[in-house]
């Protein structure tokens, strides 16, 4: 008799899903509230936040399926796949967020991290226009891509560590 496996790329997809819309709905209300460019610690909290419970609840619901077991790479693997899924998503949403829905947000943002370099540090003007020209190089599309998938997996790695090796409980086999 065939025992029936429980597959975490399906739990990695549920909750990386459910990631990716919560994340969506976030940026949503950021930009009503015309925030959407200006980023900032909480900003930062708060999605790490959600990351992290919905790879905590992932990895804990993939473990309830499992019989009550779970062994450390499968806890590795859903969380991961939990943050690259919804990594996606967000990067999805916004590539379309300053292509289409505010396609001026990168030059809002560029404006508002000169406001911000000017009022805070003691670089001329000169010093933060030559630093935020560097800055426009790994700003592109590509690179927003690039770095936001390297972002997603690494912070998914992280998040997921002390999660799969709480919640580890391996079957005995006899």
Known sequence: MEENKIKTGSFALTYGLIL????VVFALMLYSADLHYKGGVMV???SMAITLILIVFGIYQFKKANNGFLTFGQGLKVGVGISLIGGIVGILFNLLMSNVIDPEMMTKALEFQKGELLANTKMTPEQVDSQLEMGKKFSTPTMQVLFGLLFSIVLGFVFSLI???ALKKE???N
């Open 171 to 173: 079957e005995i086999l």
């Open 44 to 46: 930062g909290v708060v």
């Open 163 to 165: 999660p799969a090796l």
């Open 20 to 23: 990716g819309a919560i994340s």
